[in-house]
Every structure is written in structure tokens, then in C-alpha cells.
């Protein structure tokens, strides 16, 4: 399953802080039943015109705007995954591809694309998407043979910030070195303070476990 994704863990979907909610579907609903003006729903919403004004065009206009189906729709549409950009842009897909036969990393493409088609925005592509077209072989866009080309020469993404580093794993807490054992321990006069035979281990005083006889 790993393999398969890269890796990657894909996102848990959530609607976004600044995208419209049902409520405020709802009062454009009423403001278009009312003949009120994109600008003033816009202005009792708290938000911009061309906000409104976009809602509104794609979910069939003032005539047919509908609040559900509004917000069922722009649900559906930030679902993810989508197919990704090298799938979909062939040209770009066989650039990537050949600069990644040459040796480039995913950064380097990135920056030269920039630099090369400055005026198309069709020809632009951040590196992560690259990583992420190479690892999850389900995008379909990047042979897995490329692998090869990467410096990392890994077969998985982990991310910047996936680490374990600093969590308390594995751990028991509130736990007592066996450093802080009492000085009676040392005589061994009592059978629990005897090493635990071929484990190597010292049972700690009763003292440093409470409730333990």
C-alpha cells in the first residue's frame, strides 16, 4: 500500500477558511430571489463582488441558482486527487521527462521552466508535484523507471516535516532511572533487589514503584 502511494498519505478533505459556506449560499439564494445586486449580497456577506459574482456564473446564474446544489457542486470539485498537470499537459510531461533522463532534478526543471517560458503559464510546475507524479505511480503521468534519475535514489517521498522526532514514542512515563534506586539496594539483602539472572537486569527497590510489594 506504501509503494502504491509513495508513500504519501493523501489529504483528509476540508473545506477551506475562505470559500463560501451554505449559510452564505443560502443568503445569495434569497438576494437573487429578491432581485438584490451582486454587490450588495457581496457587501452583507463581508466578502468581494467578484466572489458573488463567480458563484453565481457557475451554478447557472441568476435564474437558477440553487444554494444545495451550489454548495454540492463546489464540494465535488475540491475533491481530490485530480489528475495531475503532467497528465493532462503532454508537452509539459515529455519536457519533465527529459530533462529528468538528463540528470536535472525536480527543482532544477522547475526553475529553468520559469526562466524558459516566462509567458506561458501552461508551462509552469513546482518541483513537489514532480516528486509526487514520480513516487505515485496511480498518477499514470511518469514512467517509474525515472526513479533512477532522483540524487535521493529512494523509492518513497517522506515529507519535510514527517518525522517522529521529539514524540514520545515507545516511552513509559513517568518512568524512574534505575540511577535513583535507594542505597540499600547495593547489600542485595532483600530477594527483589537481585539481578533478574541471564536478562541483565536490576529490580528497583519497591520504594521506586508504588503500590508494587
Not at 465535488?76 to 532534478?105: G, I, M, Q, Y
Not at 513537489?128 to 518513497?156: C, P
Request: charged fraction near 30%; glycine fraction near 8%; aromatic fraction near 4%.
Amino acid at each position: 500500500m506504501l509503494e502504491a502511494t509513495g508513500g504519501i498519505s493523501p489529504p483528509q478533505q476540508r473545506r477551506r477558511r475562505c470559500a463560501l459556506t451554505p449559510p452564505q449560499r443560502e443568503e445569495i439564494s434569497r438576494g437573487l430571489a429578491t432581485g438584490e445586486s451582486l454587490r450588495a449580497i457581496a457587501t452583507r456577506l463581508g466578502c468581494c463582488a467578484s466572489t458573488v459574482c463567480r458563484e453565481v456564473n457557475r451554478n447557472g446564474g441568476r435564474r437558477n441558482y440553487r444554494a444545495t446544489k451550489a454548495d454540492e457542486r463546489a464540494w465535488e470539485r475540491a475533491r481530490r486527487p485530480k489528475r495531475c498537470l503532467l497528465a493532462t499537459n503532454h508537452f509539459l510531461r515529455d519536457v519533465v521527462a527529459r530533462k529528468l533522463r538528463e540528470d536535472w532534478s525536480p527543482e532544477q526543471i522547475s526553475g529553468w521552466l520559469k526562466r524558459q517560458y516566462p509567458e506561458d503559464e501552461t508551462m509552469r510546475i513546482s518541483h513537489e508535484t514532480i516528486y509526487r507524479t514520480l513516487f505515485v505511480q496511480a498518477r499514470g503521468a511518469l514512467k517509474r523507471e525515472l526513479l533512477a534519475h532522483l540524487r535521493s535514489r529512494r523509492m518513497m517521498r517522506k515529507g519535510r516535516h514527517a518525522s517522529t522526532a521529539g514524540q514520545p514514542r515507545g516511552q513509559i512515563k513517568e518512568a524512574v532511572s534505575i540511577r535513583e534506586r535507594p542505597p540499600e539496594v547495593e547489600d542485595r539483602a532483600v530477594p527483589g533487589h537481585w539481578e533478574g539472572g541471564s536478562a541483565g537486569r536490576v529490580a528497583q527497590h519497591p520504594r521506586c514503584h508504588p503500590g508494587r510489594t
